[in-house]
């Protein structure tokens, strides 16, 4: 992908009132392998209740923009903030703990638990005063298919076997977990699973919900078809910089699917976009 126009940072700061501050915030984000940058100089600002879809070619960096946002990967530049204030994820443990959820690429799940003992990994619901304290399993399935019809899976036995979902519910059901226990960010790295165009419905209404519910989401993904029906904001990537900084008003479907395949048009079309 061209890189040929280096979009414009998105500002520190806000001063339009209608602007909300963002939850979480990259300033010129270095990340390197060796000697060799895989993000360069990356300014991201993410708000409450926006998707903002990050796109580009294998090798952009998106993947190592989704470790840096989840703790995996430390800058060896800049910096990141959460509510305005810097902080250092050293582990994705830290990042979950500011409130930062990521759907992985290739999502895990144990196939041979439940899908409410999926949602809750650990944090089941009990009842009774201990020493009799025992898991309350029909809230736990009660509170699994609630979360998930919000997310657009209905008709779900919260009983059956993960296994038994497909692609599109196991990426819906990662949703639905972030958002029972209250992620502020939420980042979705596309799945490298084939999916069905109803699949893929599925994770794209689970996005919408997320925004509609206040979340700030990260979509990452090939498609501009997908990310634009879904996106408020466009990261474009390529070479590990920051190729455009766009919004839904700025492009329509068919511009950002130029701007993604790069060439020659990548120059054109921006230039012809920043005089308009």
């Not at 300014?43 to 995996?72: I, P, Q, Y």
């Not at 060896?76 to 930062?100: C, W």
């Not at 990521?102 to 201990?130: H, K, Y």
């Not at 979360?147 to 038994?164: N, Y």
Request: proline letters at 5%; aromatic letters at 4%.
């Amino acid at each position: 992908m061209s890189t040929a126009w280096q979009g414009p940072a998105e500002p520190a700061d806000q001063t339009a009132t209608d602007v909300p501050a963002p939850v979480l915030e990259l300033r010129g984000v270095t990340v390197r392998f060796g000697s060799v940058p895989a993000l360069s100089r990356v300014s991201l600002a993410l708000r409450s209740g926006e998707v903002t879809c990050v796109l580009g070619e294998n090798g952009s960096g998106k993947s190592t923009l989704v470790a840096v946002l989840s703790g995996m990967e430390q800058p060896a530049e800049g910096e990141l903030l959460v509510d305005g204030r810097p902080v250092r994820f050293r582990s994705p443990q830290q990042a979950r703990a500011q409130g930062i959820a990521t759907v992985w690429q290739d999502l895990a799940i144990a196939p041979l638990m439940s899908v409410w003992r999926n949602f809750f990994l650990g944090a089941e619901p009990t009842r009774g005063l201990w020493p009799f304290r025992r898991l309350d399993v029909g809230r736990a399935e009660e509170i699994t298919t609630r979360a998930m019809a919000r997310v657009g899976v209905t008709g779900l036995d919260p009983d059956q076997a993960a296994s038994a979902l497909q692609a599109g519910e196991r990426q819906s059901l990662a949703i639905a977990r972030a958002l029972h226990f209250g992620a502020r960010v939420l980042v979705i790295d596309e799945p490298t699973a084939p999916m069905t165009v109803s699949q893929r419905a599925m994770v794209l209404q689970a996005v919408v919900a997320a925004r509609e519910d206040g979340l700030a989401v990260v979509f990452v993904t090939h498609s501009p078809q997908y990310a634009h029906l879904v996106g408020d904001r466009f990261l474009l990537l390529g070479g590990g910089r920051v190729a455009g900084h766009l919004t839904r008003e700025d492009v329509d479907v068919d511009d950002l699917t130029r701007l993604v395949a790069g060439g020659d048009e990548l120059s054109r079309l921006t230039e012809s976009l920043r005089r308009e």
